[in-house]
């Protein structure tokens, strides 16, 4: 059972649907580490042709999925080039003290397209030392939720062939991405060296990502996958569940960005709360007047109501993060235990307060 009863946290916090669990129940297995597993190698198939590419590769978390491609693509004291809120830099260092890369930060919206990337190369008041990696992010997640489109890719893609860089794609929830967009996951991210995305977020399987690529490029990828201790046995259960999560989590997405929009209105509309971002995909930031509300009375408020909350500091932000497993019922329950939770922890009684 779920820790709240309406899960906005994040959307890895899903449990696995009736027929993930007959699917792993009934998966076929043997030892992945072997390449013996059939139920995982079908699900490395799969996704390489969904996403256009040679091969594919079933790693236990995105993290591990992101740093095994950057160690595929870059030798130690290259330069990675990456917006500086990107999901990656926050993984504890992971690419200076395992792949021994620096990164040259890019402030964006959200969108790092060729243009940024460019004169962040050429401005530099010291050179980059070996720029080999353009590092983006689709969606993007401390952003709002952003989504960008194919074009974008296109332009890092030629920039990148221009300047003999390799292109990695962090795409944790690039489902959500192709849905905003209206496109397919494989024009979305057309010439990416690697792609990473989740199965076990908006797609809602328990565990999960995977790595899509070149043969040669996922042959290397899959080396560190075993080097950072990534092997695993009969991994054909979780692997079950990663097929149902591609069967039937992409249609149920767009509802997960209109539920996202809903609650954006609720929560605009309670006094010592703004929106940061327009609710774009399946995320919804606010930011938290401490001048109206107590941040932490609010939270807990919320949660002893049983509405799952995410509290991020410092800052005075929330994030809030829809998935299948809540509707739209549960999002106007949501929005009214947020606004009585609001009134408990309001500091003073502002003009056109809650009454």
């Not at 497993?325 to 500091?347: F, T």
């Amino acid at each position: 059972m779920a820790p709240y009863r309406i899960e906005l946290r994040s959307d890895t916090q899903t449990v696995p649907t009736p027929d993930m669990r007959e699917a792993m129940a009934m998966a076929e297995v043997a030892d992945e580490q072997w390449g013996e597993d059939p139920t995982v190698l079908e699900l490395e198939r799969t996704c390489a042709d969904m996403f256009g590419r040679e091969a594919a590769v079933f790693v236990p978390s995105g993290t591990m999925g992101n740093l095994t491609s950057m160690l595929a693509l870059t030798g130690r004291g290259d330069t990675v080039i990456v917006d500086g809120l990107s999901h990656m830099v926050g993984e504890n260092g992971n690419y200076a003290v395992v792949a021994g890369c620096t990164l040259l930060p890019v402030e964006t919206d959200g969108v790092l397209d060729a243009d940024m990337v460019r004169e962040r190369l050429d401005s530099a008041t010291i050179p980059p030392a070996r720029p080999a990696l353009i590092w983006t992010e689709n969606t993007h997640n401390v952003r709002g939720g952003v989504s960008w489109g194919p074009e974008v890719m296109q332009g890092i893609v030629e920039l990148a062939a221009e300047r003999g860089m390799r292109v990695h794609l962090d795409g944790a929830r690039i489902f959500n991405a192709a849905v905003d967009q209206g496109v397919s996951v494989e024009e979305l991210t057309a010439g990416a060296d690697t792609v990473q995305f989740c199965l076990s977020k908006g797609l809602g399987a328990p565990f999960g990502s995977m790595v899509v690529g070149s043969g040669e490029t996922i042959e290397r990828v899959a080396r560190y996958k075993k080097m950072l201790g990534g092997a695993m046995r009969q991994a054909g259960v979780m692997a079950a569940a990663g097929l149902i999560a591609l069967r039937d989590g992409p249609a149920r997405l767009a509802a997960d960005h209109a539920n996202a929009q809903r609650l954006g209105e609720l929560l605009a509309d309670i006094p010592g709360l703004d929106l940061i971002y327009p609710a774009a995909t399946n995320m919804v930031f606010v930011r938290v007047d401490p001048e109206v509300l107590d941040q932490q009375r609010f939270v807990d408020a919320a949660r002893a109501q049983g509405v799952g909350v995410a509290d991020i500091r410092p800052g005075h932000r929330l994030r809030f993060v829809t998935h299948h497993q809540v509707d739209a019922s549960a999002i106007e329950e949501a929005g009214q235990i947020l606004r009585d939770a609001a009134e408990s922890a309001a500091l003073h009684a502002p003009a056109g307060a809650i009454g």
